[in-house]
């Protein structure tokens, strides 16, 4: 029997069991919508989490002082982040970092910037208003080839500054009025002219919440900011890929220098990278676990064909009996009801695309309204993932339609004809 002739006479016993095959379409469109939808939430996620991670530089390490307990005594310093390779000491005090560090790291092959810091919380005075914000003092040339963030207005902060440049979140949020260019403010009893403002640059950017200066002015500014110590030393790798060789030659060379042992180390090494590392896997992780939930809706929605073809198959046990009397093989029959099968999966993904796309572009506002206006939902559909669901609710129909059609096709003729 040919193609055509089989696939005509799969649209026939469609159409004449319309109520129960459509019910069984609207299972397979619950399940392709229900896949659809919190796929495009997984994808989002994901690459939200990436275009915020994407700020941080996978290319940085970072070297702080502290290690373990040793870190309270750190200046307005931020927790060890995660992927640090972080030490154990139990001392209270911990050595801040010096000159003699960074000459030292100066030395690691892949090294292509290499720049002290120094960190602390500043009283900040702005048309009347007082803030108490994170300071951050770093060497403006080196520190302007190597940040990630953008300018939204302004400029860097330029080898012979005494100004500031400031974060995003900060110039918005803190004060009543937002802070601007040219305009000047007055950290911890010194005026300083704000000559840059910074584009937002996600959740996990740094520099969206603190004051940038020159070092020497923030030596300066904050309290206990010795003239030759760092809070922290930040290098910019070559390659993003000598990452994990820096940061192991960088911790072997300040034991040395530092006449350290493993059990004594009073530092922390830690990179965007394996904090990249982390949060991806985590986020694909949980994207799995999404579309395991999908699973289940086409999971009923298999069972629910299965038992329409069942059904059919009895309906038309007569039918059968007499196309295998004139002269259908086995094959044909199975042929008829496995594309009965494929166009049911057929119509309940298309309609399921349609469907999932609709609730995926509505849930961001949904997510937006939920989360007072304040949060943040991306929700990602591609071409492949719109193929992958017609192909999955395809599969899934004709997969639940092979033990049916199996058994319509060893049918005898002669008990087919003579069943009531």
């Not at 196309?323 to 259908?328: E, R, V």
Request: aromatic share 4%; hydrophobic share 45%; charged share 20%.
């Amino acid at each position: 029997m040919k193609i055509s002739k089989s696939l005509k006479l799969a649209v026939n016993i469609l159409m004449h069991s319309k109520l129960r095959s459509w019910l069984t379409v609207i299972g397979i469109v619950i399940g392709i919508a229900a896949v659809v939808a919190i796929v495009s939430i997984g994808e989002g996620m994901q690459q939200n989490v990436e275009s915020h991670l994407g700020g941080f530089g996978a290319d940085i390490v970072t070297i702080s002082h502290g290690g373990g307990r040793a870190s309270a005594g750190f200046r307005g310093g931020p927790p060890p982040p995660p992927g640090e390779q972080g030490g154990t000491a139990t001392s209270t005090e911990a050595e801040n970092l010096t000159k003699k560090d960074v000459l030292v790291l100066q030395s690691i092959d892949g090294v292509k910037l290499i720049q002290g810091t120094v960190s602390g919380q500043g009283e900040v005075y702005y048309l009347g208003e007082k803030a108490t914000i994170s300071i951050g003092g770093v060497d403006p040339l080196v520190w302007k080839a190597m940040t990630t963030s953008e300018l939204e207005s302004g400029r860097f902060l330029g080898p012979s500054d005494y100004n500031v440049v400031v974060g995003n979140s900060i110039a918005e949020n803190t004060f009543k009025q937002p802070l601007i260019v040219n305009r000047m403010i007055t950290i911890e009893g010194n005026a300083f002219k704000i000559v840059g403002i910074l584009q937002e640059s996600g959740t996990f950017g740094e520099d969206d919440r603190r004051i940038i200066m020159p070092i020497e002015a923030a030596r300066e500014t904050l309290e206990d900011a010795g003239e030759e110590e760092f809070d922290s030393i930040t290098i910019k790798a070559e390659n993003a890929d000598d990452v994990e060789q820096i940061m192991a030659e960088a911790e072997q060379k300040l034991l040395i220098s530092r006449h350290l042992t493993e059990s004594k180390k009073d530092f922390r090494i830690s990179s965007p990278k394996s904090m990249q590392e982390t949060i991806t896997s985590v986020t694909q992780t949980m994207s799995l676990f999404l579309e395991a939930i999908a699973a289940v809706s086409l999971l009923v929605g298999a069972v629910s064909i299965a038992n329409t073809m069942f059904t059919s198959v009895l309906e038309k046990t007569r039918e059968i009996g007499i196309m295998k009397a004139i002269g259908a093989k086995n094959g044909d029959i199975m042929m008829i009801f496995l594309l009965n099968s494929a166009i049911i999966g057929l119509i309940g993904g298309i309609f399921g695309i349609c469907l999932g796309s609709a609730i995926s572009s509505l849930l961001p506002l949904l997510g937006m309204q939920l989360m007072g206006m304040g949060g943040e939902m991306t929700t990602v559909i591609t071409p492949l993932l719109l193929m992958y669901a017609v192909l999955l609710a395809m599969g899934i129909s004709m997969a639940a339609g092979v033990i049916p059609a199996y058994r319509a096709s060893k049918l005898k003729p002669v008990d087919a004809l003579r069943y009531e």
